[in-house]
């Protein structure tokens, strides 16, 4: 059984910096495509970033540049290093696992629990 748990959440000012882990246990981790999504109350579940099992990235227009996935496949987990963060930022983070397909739609099979981030002005 596929299992995803994040951490790394908490509460920050705008320009700082956090780093979101996820830890993937249950399956072949390096087969998988692996992304962070988010979603504020009242609002869809959005892409920030994926990476392919053969290392692609590609990330949501309004991270580019600050965001930074990555992967650690020893460790099966994943990491997102998030800079100079906004409080549009402000959100509930989830990592996500899919063997099927690699991009930024909300459509993948496994998901974690969640971590809240939270960016004040």
């Known amino acids: 059984q596929v299992q995803l748990v994040e951490s790394g959440g908490g509460s920050v000012q705008a320009g700082g910096s956090l780093r979101l882990s996820c830890k993937a246990s249950?399956?072949?981790?390096?087969?998988?495509?692996m992304g962070w999504f988010r979603q504020t109350p009242g609002k869809e579940r959005e892409g920030v970033a994926t990476?392919?099992?053969?290392?692609?990235?590609t990330y949501a227009d309004f991270v580019k540049g600050r965001f930074t996935i990555s992967k650690d496949n020893a460790k099966n987990t994943l990491y997102l290093q998030m800079n100079s963060l906004k409080p549009e930022d402000t959100a509930m983070y989830y990592c996500?696992?899919?063997?099927?397909?690699?991009?930024?739609?909300?459509?993948?099979?496994?998901w974690g629990q969640g971590t809240q981030v939270t960016v004040s002005s």
């Open positions: 996500a696992a899919d063997l099927r397909w690699c991009h930024l739609q909300p459509q993948y099979n496994y």
């Open positions: 249950g399956y072949t981790y390096r087969r998988y495509c």
């Open positions: 990476i392919h099992n053969d290392g692609t990235t």
